[in-house]
């Protein structure tokens, strides 16, 4: 039986994935893997367990994370340990640490299989940094979204600011650079396009513009091969 198709969409901090990610798993019915949320549960855990700042440590503690995602009408809910942590892994502090768990090679191991498990019929949207390069090589569609570093501050500090979430825009903007640099140079699986990803750069486009963009990709590749 043939796997069901994925569409990875991958690109740095603040560049609109995961809006992008929701509106196309809702208008095609299929799952989403938020992947930077895995490390960002990982993140959470570390801050509220005794573990050594060890990386053995934290990708053991990354392999029995208990969660549960819960996708209601296109929404996504995430729970760690029974508890509903949407609001608490967005936070610019869990962010800054998963971006330093996220460089460990053994915690990006130790999340692989739970990640592929995601891929389930009908289909997967992906986002996340790698998911083109390291955990769906095989994808169908692969898009690479990015945008400039204040363009993607700037997108980050209103999304915060409607959540209700008290930012300062040039922390935010240093923030960004800091987790740029390490996603991007880090040895394992650093952010990149795959060499078969399409690059859209999204800084001239507001939201729909994006997603009508990656939707025209999508029934290029997929709609008419499914
Ligand atoms: O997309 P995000 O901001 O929720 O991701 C949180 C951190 O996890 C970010 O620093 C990058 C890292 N990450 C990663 O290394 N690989 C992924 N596939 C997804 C996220």
Redesign the pocket.
């Known amino acids: 039986m043939n796997k069901p198709a994925v569409i990875c969409l ?1 690109g740095p ?2 560049v609109g ?2 809006t992008i990610c929701l509106l196309v798993a809702r208008n095609l019915g299929w799952h989403i893997l ?7 549960l990982t993140a959470l855990k570390v801050s509220r367990e005794n573990v050594m700042p060890d990386e053995e440590c934290i990708a053991m503690l990354a392999k029995s994370l208990a969660v549960e995602y819960r996708e209601d009408g296109g929404n996504l809910e995430i729970y760690l340990d029974n508890e509903e942590v949407n609001q608490l ?2 936070s610019e502090e869990v ?1 800054v640490l ?2 330093k ?3 460990m090679p053994a915690v ?1 191991e130790a999340l692989l299989a739970r ?1 592929r498990a995601f891929l389930r019929s009908p289909g997967l949207v992906a ?5 083109g390069t390291v ?1 769906f090589p095989d994808a169908s569609l692969k898009i690479y979204l990015t945008a400039t570093p204040g363009e993607r501050a700037n997108r980050r500090y209103k999304q915060l600011k409607e959540k209700g979430i008290d930012v300062n825009l040039a922390n935010l903007t240093e923030d960004l650079q800091h ?1 740029d640099q ?2 991007m140079n ?1 040895a394992s ?1 650093p ?1 990149k396009p795959a060499d078969d990803a399409i690059i859209v750069d999204t800084t001239q486009y507001n939201i729909d513009e994006v997603y009508s963009i990656v939707m025209k990709w999508v029934q290029k590749r997929i709609v008419t091969v499914t």
């Open positions: 991958d901090s603040g994935k995961g938020d992947s930077g949320s895995l490390y960002r892994i967005r962010g998963a971006s768990v996220a460089a990006r990640q986002d996340g940094r790698d998911m955990v987790r390490r996603d880090r699986a952010l």
